[in-house]
């Protein structure tokens, strides 16, 4: 079966970081890999996204603090969040094309980030 797994959330104080992790199992990344947050109460949003050929994008109220980056060798796509603020928590979600054996597009679980002194 193929699945999407996240890890790497946590409880953290502002201005700490966090490094989320976000790989497929029983398949291979495709080309598109992005990373989504839902906080309570309000709808899932688009935080980063990154392609095979390494070009990214993000939203505007992250640039600067998050830095999404992929390994096609080990088929991981990490999200580095830094300078973490209490708006930024959420659960975080990866969802990715993978190819095996068909080419579809998956969720993962999500993984709760929460920012708080």
């Known amino acids: 079966q193929v699945r999407v797994v996240e890890s790497g959330g946590g409880l953290v104080q502002p201005g700490g970081s966090l490094r989320l992790s976000c790989t497929v199992s029983?398949?291979?990344?495709?080309?598109?890999v992005g990373w989504y947050r839902q906080a309570p109460g309000k709808q899932r949003e688009l935080v980063a996204y990154i392609l095979s050929a390494g070009s990214t994008k993000y939203l505007d109220s992250v640039k600067g603090r998050f830095t999404i980056s992929r390994d096609n060798v080990q088929n991981m796509v990490y999200l580095q969040i830094d300078s973490l603020k209490p708006e930024d928590t959420a659960v975080y979600y990866c969802n990715a094309q993978v190819r095996l054996p068909v080419s579809e597009n998956l969720w993962g679980q999500g993984t709760q980030v929460t920012v708080s002194s």
């Open positions: 029983g398949s291979i990344f495709g080309n598109y």
